[in-house]
């Protein structure tokens, strides 16, 4: 298994809608177990293809011992959004209230090609939708509203921001090396994940995902908001 380079906004991939899987095989089985892999080693609770590299309809999960992926993910939702803490690894060092439904239903199938069914609510049910964005070319910052997205688009104009991914950058690729260890405090996390908070969410109490804070944002290239 390997670590996957984590791309961060910025980069095309982030932005194009994810292809469907029509290719069960090795290669595919080896992508899901080397994106589980990377989401532990970075300290999040979820990652997408899209998020390494890879421009297919595939997520993973880990919380609290339910690990899982999807391959084509269908997903509904019922009920009003509620706010919850959100955090990106492609958008690092930053952490936003978002809304999201309460409780999620994901279909799919797994990398043999066996049925997933899953009803999920609160962290889960957030993961869920979170992952699934990535795959249409969304970032978590892309549902923000009101001041959280005035916001969110002034920090990643920032320079604090940019200093902020390359250097998460630099670790992740000498951790990818084995030159160093995660840095817990700092991960920056997938929709969840570890990482720090900045501008509005500073001082929230951490994120829906991962450890003690959280770090995202979506709007694509330099503050592009959708």
């Known amino acids: 298994m390997s670590i996957l380079r984590i791309r961060t906004i910025g ?36 990652l997408a293809a899209p998020q390494v590299g890879v421009g297919l309809r595939v997520f993973t999960w880990g919380i609290d011992g339910d690990e899982g992926h999807v391959i084509n993910p269908q997903l509904s ?5 509620q706010e919850g803490g959100e955090g990106c ?21 797994d990398c043999h090609g066996e049925p997933v069914h899953r009803e999920a609510t609160g962290l889960l049910a957030r993961c869920f939708q979170h992952e699934n ?60 994940g570890a990482a720090r908070t900045s501008g509005a969410a500073a001082g929230k109490a951490g994120s829906a995902f991962g450890a003690a804070h959280t770090a995202g944002s979506p709007f694509g290239a330099a503050g592009d908001a959708r």
């Open 11 to 46: 980069d095309p991939v982030l932005r194009t809608p994810a292809q469907e899987v029509t290719q069960f095989d090795d290669a595919l089985a080896a992508l899901v177990r080397d994106m589980l892999e990377t989401m532990y080693a970075v300290g999040g609770v979820g």
């Open 77 to 81: 939702t019922g009920e009003e959004p």
């Open 89 to 109: 690894l492609s958008v690092p060092g930053l952490s936003y209230e978002t809304p999201r439904a309460e409780h999620a239903v994901l279909t799919g199938v």
């Open 133 to 192: 964005d990535h795959l249409g070319g969304m970032l978590y910052v892309d549902r923000l509203v009101g001041d959280e997205r005035k916001d969110a688009l002034r920090q990643l104009r920032t320079q604090s921001f940019t200093d902020t991914t390359a250097r998460v950058t630099r670790e992740r690729e000498a951790q990818r090396a084995g030159h160093a260890a995660p840095d817990t405090h700092d991960a920056a996390g997938s929709a969840f």
